[in-house]
């Protein structure tokens, strides 16, 4: 009895292993034997990720950029000129109190003063003579953990005795905020549209060459054989489009975007806000998101294209 179900598992693995091995095959011998069709379907997948990795790139990019520009937001607390050093402390107690305060930093006023005068440039020379008789205040520097809270916590420090004025861009902050968050949300259903556009396309043009294979796929349902089995070539036939159709985005990707980046180091010794993410490892990343996404279109192109044939 025992020898008997080892038997029978060892007979089912081969099985199994020799159903893989046909469906490989076929799959293979189904991309080379449709010519022109196999040509279209990997044609219309290239062409669809080619924008897909695209808009990838230019919306990660973008939103790199905006988190990046979110992250340096922070609130400036100029501190009473008639302020006394314990009055400071205590200010900045109740400041670091506040659940939202990611960090709080304390700038003296000859720190203030260094500041804007290092910004100007040749131009601070003039500011530093006013170091004996310093104008500007002290000031705490103050980041929130989210910076979409950054408003919140200003208004909170406000509050806050011996507070002289609280600076956090008010006039443009919530403005960017708003504009990142649509970006991102209109950025990902576009590439969901593309995505699906993608699949659409592909499905019609398998379905093509499915079409003239339905008579065969009947026959093989009329003497038993098991919608897995049909269906197996297909997926690999499928999965091997997808793969094709990824190939020459991928170089696309990895040339251009190394071009790019050159190009954007060089431009960038001029102007600090030019930025790419790192070629290395956004490139490879993006390409093996472009390979995963050519995969899965091919796949479920193919699956859904024969599906209706199945039914006999």
């Known amino acids: 009895m025992v020898l008997s179900l080892e038997m029978k598992i060892e007979v089912t693995t081969v099985m199994?292993?020799?159903?893989?091995?046909?469906?490989?095959?076929?799959?293979?011998?189904?991309?080379?034997?449709?010519?022109?069709?196999?040509?279209?379907?990997?044609?219309?997948?290239?062409?669809?990720?080619?924008?897909?990795s695209a808009f990838l790139a230019l919306m990660l990019n973008l939103n790199a950029t905006a988190n990046?520009?979110?992250?340096?937001?922070e609130v400036k607390v100029l501190i009473d000129l008639s302020a006394k050093e314990k009055e400071i402390e205590e200010l900045g107690d109740s400041i670091r109190a506040i659940d939202e305060v990611d960090y709080i930093v304390f700038k003296s006023k000859d720190e203030e003063?260094?500041?804007?005068?290092?910004?100007?440039?040749?131009?601070?020379?003039?500011?530093?003579?006013?170091s004996d008789d310093n104008p500007l205040s002290h000031a705490y520097v103050v980041k929130a953990k989210d910076p979409e809270n950054t408003e919140d916590v200003a208004?909170?420090?406000?509050?806050?005795?011996?507070?002289?004025?609280?600076?956090?861009?008010?006039?443009?902050?919530?403005?960017?905020?708003?504009?990142?968050?649509?970006?991102?949300?209109?950025?990902?259903?576009?590439?969901?549209?593309?995505?699906?556009?993608?699949?659409?396309?592909?499905?019609?043009?398998?379905?093509i060459t499915i079409m003239a294979r339905s008579t065969e796929i009947g026959i093989m349902k009329l003497v038993g054989a098991t919608n897995g089995f049909i269906r197996g070539p297909f997926f690999i036939?499928?999965?091997?489009?997808?793969?094709?159709?990824?190939?020459?985005?991928?170089?696309?990707?990895?040339?251009?975007?190394?071009?790019?980046?050159?190009?954007?180091?060089?431009a960038k010794l001029q102007y600090q806000f030019v930025e790419l993410l790192?070629?290395?490892?956004?490139?490879?990343?993006?390409?093996?998101?472009?390979?995963?996404?050519?995969?899965?279109?091919?796949?479920?192109?193919?699956?859904m294209s024969v599906r209706k044939f199945l039914k006999v």
């Open 16 to 52: 199994k292993f020799s159903s893989l091995l046909r469906h490989l095959r076929e799959g293979f011998k189904n991309v080379f034997r449709n010519g022109w069709m196999t040509v279209a379907s990997v044609g219309a997948v290239t062409v669809t990720l080619i924008l897909v």
């Open 113 to 130: 003063l260094d500041s804007l005068a290092d910004s100007l440039g040749e131009y601070g020379d003039v500011y530093r003579s006013y």
């Open 155 to 207: 208004a909170e420090i406000e509050t806050f005795d011996h507070v002289e004025q609280v600076n956090f861009g008010e006039d443009f902050v919530p403005s960017l905020f708003k504009f990142n968050k649509y970006a991102r949300t209109i950025g990902l259903v576009l590439i969901i549209a593309l995505v699906l556009t993608a699949i659409f396309l592909i499905s019609n043009t398998i379905r």
């Open 237 to 266: 036939e499928g999965l091997l489009l997808g793969v094709l159709g990824s190939i020459i985005p991928i170089v696309g990707i990895l040339i251009g975007y190394h071009f790019l980046d050159e190009n954007v180091q060089i």
């Open 278 to 303: 790192p070629f290395s490892p956004f490139a490879w990343q993006l390409s093996a998101i472009v390979l995963v996404i050519g995969s899965f279109i091919g796949v479920w192109g193919s699956v």
């Open 68 to 73: 990046k520009i979110e992250s340096d937001v």
